[in-house]
């Protein structure tokens, strides 16, 4: 992750290092009547009873999945469940469970009360961001949900996904989770990828072509909920973005050199255009995250604002331009890449991020200028030779460079 430019979790949890609170947090389901053990000791989540207590209307998330999607989906080979749409909370497993205070049988969680019981132990009563991969939604959210809401508000269904409350407070006292992202699978030749299909790559392998830049805006550059197949393609156009953004923020940056602190002239049509761009730009980048994080539309957005800019620079005389726009351009874009945890000066991959740092590009300068001072006394062309000496013994030295020159045209630094 660290690779990836991707934070690390302030926490992170183990289920082996949860099991008192999974088994507190199953017997107070069942002491609530949302939860019952079949005959082999196992305990299953009573959708049924549930539905008759708070009138909730399972699943949530998508009602339109039917019931016979709901059996398959929460199929085990128990008999001694009330229902087949029920799911497990416990499973019974003599040879490799866990033992507890709480719980009657020896077994182990459920896949889905894992995720409520850790959740609680360290959030509480409520999610405001619950993320998972588009095939978690049903059956595993929905489960989740259902138990989460039986634990925390038993007698308050929660709001429909599809009508939610204008109040926020009214939301937070009887909503789990405020809101679900779910994002499309990464797929190679059209299949997910997957380590039992043997089709996947690394992320090692990408990494040693591409910049973790690239890898991040060529996620931002796809539909958040739609599927991405992973091609040279994807990765190319997302190099192209960051090398316009890249342009961008070099040659604004020169304006501001040339134009050495010079006041900006009267505003004209063109200038108030591209004003009027940057806050209809700001809109619609906002607009775009605030509609499913389409962060897609946001990054076209930012490039359209980049090409306004620039064929408003290339359409005035240098005397002329507003710099005051362009750097509250050139600050906007880098504020939102920044949210979006870009980095465009980045090297292009961890392969060559050797060959672009400061060392690198300093033995490069290093045996340029020997070859220039070689050639420059050899044809006694002495003020080249005192101007590599002033680069030597002034600029260089500013920078914090010590250069030292060796026989034969040699340096050291």
Not at 123 to 137: A, V, Y
Not at 253 to 272: F, G, H, T, V
Not at 384 to 405: F, P, S, T, W, Y
Request: net charge negative; glycine share 4%; hydrophobic share 30%.
């Amino acid at each position: 992750m660290d690779s990836l430019n991707v934070r690390r979790p302030t926490h992170t949890t183990r289920v082996s290092e949860h099991i008192d609170e999974i088994a507190k947090y199953i017997q107070t389901l069942i002491d609530k009547g949302f939860a019952y053990y079949a005959k082999d000791g196992s305990i299953y989540f009573d959708i049924e009873e549930y539905k008759l207590k708070t009138n909730y209307n399972y699943p949530a998330l998508r009602p339109q999945h039917q019931a016979d999607e709901i059996i398959v989906q929460n199929v085990d080979s128990n008999e001694g469940k009330k229902r087949s749409e029920d799911f497990a909370l416990w499973k019974v497993d003599h040879e490799f469970g866990y033992k507890t205070d709480q719980l009657e049988s020896i077994g182990r969680p459920g896949w889905h009360i894992e995720c409520s019981a850790m959740a609680d132990s360290i959030c509480g009563n409520h999610l405001h961001i619950h993320s998972g991969g588009i095939d978690l939604e049903f059956p595993h959210h929905e489960n989740e949900i259902a138990q989460s809401h039986a634990y925390h508000y038993p007698n308050l269904p929660p709001h429909s996904i599809e009508s939610p409350s204008t109040d926020r407070a009214a939301d937070e006292d009887n909503r789990w989770v405020e809101l679900f992202v779910h994002v499309g699978h990464l797929n190679i030749a059209g299949q997910k990828m997957s380590k039992s299909l043997k089709n996947f790559t690394t992320i090692e392998e990408v990494l040693s072509n591409y910049s973790s830049n690239t890898v991040r805006m060529m996620i931002l550059q796809q539909g958040l909920n739609d599927p991405m197949d992973l091609s040279d393609d994807l990765f190319i156009t997302a190099e192209e973005s960051l090398n316009m953004f890249k342009n961008f923020f070099i040659n604004s940056l020169a304006l501001k050199e040339i134009n050495n602190y010079k006041p900006d002239p009267k505003p004209n049509s063109e200038s108030r255009a591209l004003a009027q761009s940057l806050y209809e730009t700001k809109g619609a980048v906002h607009d775009a995250l605030s509609n499913n994080f389409n962060t897609s539309l946001a990054i076209k957005e930012l490039r359209s604002l980049v090409k306004k800019t620039n064929t408003y620079v290339k359409g005035v005389n240098d005397a002329h331009y507003h710099l005051s726009i362009i750097l509250s351009i050139n600050e906007y874009i880098g504020r939102i890449l920044h949210i979006f945890g870009l980095s465009p000066f980045q090297p292009d991959s961890q392969k060559n991020s050797e060959k672009c740092s400061p060392s690198a590009i300093m033995n490069v300068f290093k045996n340029y200028r020997n070859k220039i001072r070689k050639l420059a006394s050899s044809s006694k062309h002495y003020e080249i030779l005192q101007q590599c000496d002033r680069v030597r013994d002034k600029e260089l030295r500013k920078a914090g460079v010590h250069l030292e020159d060796r026989e034969n045209y040699e340096s050291i630094w």
